[in-house]
């Protein structure tokens, strides 16, 4: 069903907040370099997730063992309940995982759309007409709808930014996963990216987004995670995780800036 076209919260469980994903005990080693070193994460439906932590943290690399382009050495990964630890990447984006990455990367000689439409048949199974609809949704929600038959590559930042937002959610995702999709932006730029991205969050769609820009981050997200050296060292209320003092020695302390 799509998130897009119901405008409600995610699905329900009588039993009470299930989570939409879950990765439990993740361990995955790079040769003799341990990156993830036993994680737990979970994000519940209509959840905003935040992840903070220095660089080489492990952060990129759970959400690549969330969404399938790596397979954790030990753990295990579920939507819903089911285990999708060995699902490739692109049936993991059928169940509902939305991927946004860092450096946008989209066609760029093709247009806005086009870039959008190859999104969409990537993730969903609608018809070509349906499809066509939901793109032209995803750009009015993304803001980029005046632009829908530029070239890819004659975009500035924001808007590339903005594209490769769009391109996820075109795949029809319950859940967005965002890797520092702020930076580089101005303020202002930024403060859109936020306006965005809580709409996302009114229309049921969960959100984990790792962020270098905390001011960015607390203004969307109901919980925060900070990692370092492979581990959660704290999670829970933002405002509380970012005083605990574990995390302002590992992260706020030193290296924030780069
Ligand atoms: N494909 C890879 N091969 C080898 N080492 C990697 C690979 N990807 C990441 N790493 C290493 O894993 C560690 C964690 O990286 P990453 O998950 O990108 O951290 P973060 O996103 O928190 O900055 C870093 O030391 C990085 O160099
Ligand atoms: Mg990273």
Known sequence: MSALSTPTAGP????G?????VGTGLVLDYGDLRVLDGVDFHVAPGEAVGIVGPNGAGKTTLLNALAGSVTPDQGSIRIEGRDVTALRPELRCRQGIGR???IPR???????????????????RLSRR????????????CGLIDLANRRAEALGLLHRKRLELARSLATDPRVLLLDEIG??????EAAQLVTTIKSLRELGISIVWIEHIVHILVQVIDRLVCMDAGRVLAEGEPQAVLRDAHVVDAYLGRGSRD
């Open 12 to 15: 329900s469980h009588e039993e």
């Open 17 to 21: 907040p299930q989570p939409l994903l």
């Open 100 to 102: 946004a990455f860092q």
């Open 106 to 124: 989209p066609f760029g000689g093709m247009t806005v759309l086009e870039n959008v439409l190859v999104g969409a048949s990537f993730g969903t």
């Open 130 to 141: 349906a499809t066509h609809r939901r793109c032209v949704e995803v750009l009015e929600l």
């Open 183 to 188: 930076g580089g932006l101005t303020d202002a």
